[in-house]
């Protein structure tokens, strides 16, 4: 449900206010002449880049400036709008179009929110209130929100028109029951003076800021605002390198930092938050994380309350980053998916079995609870696959420091369960993995004029001989060909592949997937 308010009234200085138009979000930069046209132009830089046609300027003259070269447009006034009050949006979505907003199921941080008809219960019983894309650009009239609607507990203003948090504490600073706020998809202004604010959000728990374009160092400026916040969303933002946050967030229990491009070596300042309970690094291109050697690096101790992590779809692929995860205290969910982690067999499921017997107090592994018979299984199998290793280290007679360090958990278990007898010993089955067979289809999404093909490869078998086969089939030089895949265990997600040294066992493609094949012509 989207309002269109086109025209409304433009501001007396509308420089820095945000606007709609087209059902597309942007910021006034400019105000004025634009020659030779007549008449006035507002110069907006739009919050999606695609939309524009140029950086601000027309014929050599520079009338703004954008931050993407195609950011910006010229647009008459009439045709957009500058929004309008919060009590207005409200009136207007409750009021006259009750039963569809009873229609809507919304869920934030995981919880599904409750709504109330109007019939039923006025406005000064609402506990909920979902004004997102509502064009919400103020508070309106004084004092007015206190009156109308002083039982919120939680808010949404997704895509509102508001360009600062002086906006946005104008009306929360009138809702003293406020525990939830979500202000995603906003371009929201820094405020020179946070602590002045912090009266507008003392009791606010939980916050989300999804795709509000924040640098990690704008979040820290903004927290001394939320004294009480518990749990902090920031998906798709612009956050980078991670700096230590000092005297901010303490009480924060909930981090979601997933969709970021993040530095991993300034990972560990996050351990500088003392409650930290949960938190998503999902889709941030991680390819390592040493969360227990921080001091070393110069950075604080240890995530200390740390219990659940999520490391979906990152570029994990070495065995020491699970081992690292083993040196935090409270650590008992895990979700891993989506990397490249492989076991000598090459099968996913005895990728799991090895993360289960290297994280001893793990509860959860993908979502799934661990239960005592598969975790018996798992370290039993683990001490079996490595066994012959550790016989050649050393075995029972102090194994050598590089088996300690690639299995550093192997020793508790041969006194867990005992050591493996010579005649157990899992050995490597390199002659069924070599002749595993996989099921492939190969798809040309840009060729819509060939079929799919469909061809059972050997799990062993080297890119460069995969692409030696697409030769023959379509006559297409090696050089020009470009390989990726997908996975029906992850629908919509593409994995690159890179390395005509490597084999289809090394990027984890299992029976039954696609490989993607486009070429220049």
Known sequence: MRADRTGTEMPTDPVGKRIACGGERATVRYVGQVPPYEG????????????????????????????NPKGGSFVRPPKVSFGVDFLTALHTVYEYNTEEVLREEVSVFGKKLQWFAVGERSLENLPSVMLNNQEVNGPGA???????????????????????????????????????????????????????????????????????????????????MWPQLEELSLLNNNITELQRPEGVLQTLKHLNLSCNPLVQESVCSLSALPRLKHLNLSQTGLSFIQLGD?????????FSALESLVLDHNNISEWRVIDDLAKLPC????????????????????????IIAKLGRLVYLNNCEINA?????????????????????GGPHQPGAEFARRHPRYQTLIEKHGAPDEGELKKPDSFALKNQLLKITFVFPDHAEQRPIEKKLPASMVIQKVKGLLYRLLKVPLADLRLTYTSPKMSGTEFD???DLKTLQFYSIEDGDQVLVRWST
């Open 331 to 354: 650590l008992v969910r895990l979700s891993c998916q989506g990397n490249k982690l492989l076991s000598s067999d090459g099968k996913p499921s005895t990728a799991e079995q090895m």
């Open 373 to 393: 018979n598969e975790r018996k299984g798992a370290e039993l199998d683990y001490i079996k696959m490595f066994g012959e290793e550790w016989l050649k280290a």
């Open 294 to 302: 921080a001091a070393q690096a110069g950075c604080p101790a240890p």
């Open 142 to 224: 004084a004092g007015e929100i206190r009156k109308t609607t002083p039982s919120i507990v939680w808010l949404e203003l997704c895509g509102s028109l508001m360009s600062t948090w002086e906006d946005v504490a104008a009306i929360t600073e009138q809702l003293e029951k406020l525990e939830r706020l979500n202000l995603s998809y906003n371009r929201i202004r820094l405020t020179s003076d946070p602590l002045a604010h912090r009266p507008a959000f003392c009791n606010l728990k939980e916050l989300s800021l999804k795709d509000c374009d924040l640098t990690w160092q704008q979040v820290l400026e903004c927290a001394p």
């Open 497 to 499: 592949i890179d390395s």
């Open 40 to 67: 006035l132009w507002l110069g907006v830089e739009w919050d999606n880049p695609e939309r524009g046609k140029h950086d601000g300027s027309h014929e050599g003259v520079q009338y703004f400036t954008c931050r």
